[in-house]
């Protein structure tokens, strides 16, 4: 089963002080449960620090990892309203404390920074978020960045 608990617009501190209490709601005791984490811009558009940022990342998996839960983050893609410098280095920041924890990591920002239908598509979208063009530019990263490897399947030929 899967369960999206996105909240447009929220921090890294936001979710990390909701999110034990969503997931919890949404575990099985029959079932692998496993976490998600898709981050967008908003901590770099709220002015957070990356030291708060990858503290309040830190500490959610952290706290997934001591419950057994496997995890998998996605960082931030670039999007026009938000500082490409912020959100690069939140990319970077994040990016780190996964690989401190030997959690899968897809960097979404360096390739889809220049990428013309990347752009095309967020602007389309209204600038917050991409089409349809752009959500498959996004999936195909995940999906070839360490998905399969993750959940312990072989990969579609």
Excluded: K
């Excluded at 692998?32 to 998996?61: E, F, Q, T, W």
């Amino acid at each position: 089963m899967w369960n999206t608990l996105a909240v447009p617009g929220e921090t890294t501190a936001r979710l990390a002080e909701r999110w034990q209490g969503e997931v919890a709601r949404r575990t099985t005791a029959t079932g692998v449960n496993r976490l998600v984490i898709g981050l967008g811009v908003a901590d770099v558009l709220a002015g957070v620090s990356h030291a708060r940022s990858r503290l309040a990342i830190a500490n959610v998996l952290d706290a997934a990892t001591s419950e057994h839960r496997s995890c998998f983050v996605v960082g931030p893609p670039p999007l026009p309203n938000a500082d490409p410098d912020g959100t690069a280095a939140l990319s970077r920041a994040v990016g780190e404390v996964c690989q401190r924890r030997g959690i899968p990591y897809v960097e979404t920002f360096e390739p889809l920074r220049n990428h013309d239908q990347w752009l095309t598509d967020v602007i389309s979208g209204g600038g917050g978020h991409p089409a349809q063009a752009g959500y498959g530019l996004l999936a195909w990263l995940v999906l070839h960045r360490g998905w399969y490897e993750w959940l312990g399947v072989p990969a579609p030929r």
